[in-house]
């Protein structure tokens, strides 16, 4: 019998195994992958994730695979150009690193092993063990293998947005909104512009970072009813993109830009939350909460909400206060502190910026201090109802002379 089953062992599982067993629990941990393996996932994580990794002691050894760091980064929307970073601090990871889901996801395994997790490579969950309306277990098997059956206190799902323990509990989905876009990205040589996240001139986005291997990433997104167009030939569209976002940029990709790898396209799931506990189980990371790509907070959000539920299963195994409370602080907790960035990817991933986000960005890039504050949101570690208080950008607006008509302070259209 072990205290907790985790299944799915990526960047939500085997941080989560890791921290419980690290606690001294009794942990397995299972993935239908084996490790190294990759997902289709990009994989840029802000700040705020990396200060997570560094607080578990990972940073080091992620570091020393060679992914190089990024200092500088470059956002624009039509014609609002918005470069630099976020204001430096002790606490703080002082890059973005963008590591390979091969590199990343391996190191986590690799860390919830050493923590004393057991766990299982290969082995797919068929179903979970009923006990009446409790979740006691999961039966599957590693590959054409016999079944086998394990026995939990807690089964969680950390299997991402297709969660088959989602599934098998009937986990219901609320503030659920559809994907608004397609994705194809490939790694290429010959790409050295740093970090670009380049939106529009029309609804579409290309997105590049360093990686590892001296390699780099490029990504595209679209809106949907254009992915089967794009699909006819997805390296004429790529180049189209970045020349339509940015021709200097087009012409380097054209003279300089290799591809090596195959693309990877994606129509990617629907915006949600689902329910993410009852009667012994509880989900984490994709499978519990997903939103768009657009942002890169997958990661980040797996690493915070991880950490959350790792501290808050403890205080339910050891008695501090029941299961049952706990799980509900850790999803009332999660769906508060990602409030922010969840509507935001929801509105930004459209491609095209609202009158509201107009203003706000617009008027940040004439302002070098509110600058490294956008940047500073978006590595999660400036606070939104700062970067986005209707006292501050009323402050913005007049510091930068903005045109009256233009200050929108809220959503709901209201100017100051
Ligand atoms: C195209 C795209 C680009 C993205 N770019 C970024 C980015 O730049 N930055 C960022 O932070 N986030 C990004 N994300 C989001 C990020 O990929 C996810 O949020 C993250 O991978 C979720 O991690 P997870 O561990 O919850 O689930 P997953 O990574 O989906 O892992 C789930 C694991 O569960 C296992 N599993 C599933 N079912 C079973 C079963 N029945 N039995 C056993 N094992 C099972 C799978 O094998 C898998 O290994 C992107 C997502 C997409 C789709």
Not at 170 to 178: E, H, I, K, R
Not at 401 to 409: G, I, L, Q, S, T
Request: proline share 5%; with cysteine; net charge negative.
């Amino acid at each position: 019998m072990y205290d907790v089953i985790v299944v799915g062992t990526r960047v939500a599982g085997s941080p989560l195994a890791m921290l419980l067993a690290r606690k001294g629990y009794k942990v397995l941990a299972v993935d239908r992958a084996s490790f190294p393996s990759d997902t289709p996932s990009t994989h840029y994580i802000h700040q705020s994730g990396l200060n997570v990794l560094k607080s578990w002691g990972l940073l080091d050894e992620l570091l020393a695979t060679g992914v190089p760091p990024i200092r500088r980064l470059n956002f624009s929307y039509t014609g609002i150009v918005l470069q630099g970073f976020a204001k430096s601090s002790p606490d703080v990871v002082d890059a973005v690193y963008c590591p390979r889901r091969t590199v990343l996801d391996n190191i986590l395994v690799k860390a919830a092993g050493n923590a004393g997790a057991e766990m299982i490579q290969g082995f797919t969950v068929s179903e979970l063990v009923f006990d009446g309306d409790r979740v006691v277990g999961i039966r599957g098997a590693v590959g054409d293998g016999a079944e086998q059956e394990f026995r939990a206190k807690l089964v969680v799902g950390a299997d991402g947005a297709n969660s088959t323990v989602a599934k098998a509990v009937g986990a219901g989905v609320y503030d659920a909104s559809p994907a608004g876009c397609f994705i194809y990205y490939s790694y290429y040589e010959g790409v050295d512009w740093g970090m670009q996240h380049r939106t529009g001139f029309g609804e579409q986005q290309f997105a590049s970072w360093p990686t590892n291997d001296g390699l780099a990433l490029v990504a595209v997104m679209r809106k949907r009813d254009r992915f089967r167009e794009f699909r006819t030939d997805p390296d004429a569209g790529v180049q189209e993109i970045v020349d339509q976002v940015d021709p200097e940029f087009g012409v380097r990709l054209r003279d300089t830009g290799k591809r090596v790898e195959q693309f990877r396209p994606m129509l990617y799931p629907d915006n949600y939350r689902r329910q993410s506990y009852g009667p012994g189980w509880a989900l984490v990371g994709d499978a519990g909460y997903h939103k768009d790509p657009f942002t890169g907070w997958g990661i980040t959000d797996a690493f915070k909400y991880g950490q959350l539920l790792a501290d808050l299963v403890d205080e339910g195994l050891s008695g501090a206060r029941s299961m049952d409370e706990a799980l509900a602080e850790y999803q009332r907790e999660r769906d508060a502190q990602s409030a922010s960035a969840y509507e935001m990817a929801l509105d930004l991933s459209e491609l095209v910026l609202t009158p509201y986000y107009d203003s706000v960005f617009r008027a940040t890039a004439l302002d070098a201090e509110y600058t490294t504050n956008f940047f500073g949101l978006i590595g999660g570690i400036y606070p939104p109802e700062k970067y986005f208080g209707e006292q501050e950008l009323s402050a913005l607006y007049e510091k930068v002379n903005f045109p009256v008509a233009d200050r929108h302070v809220s959503k709901d259209g209201v100017t100051a």
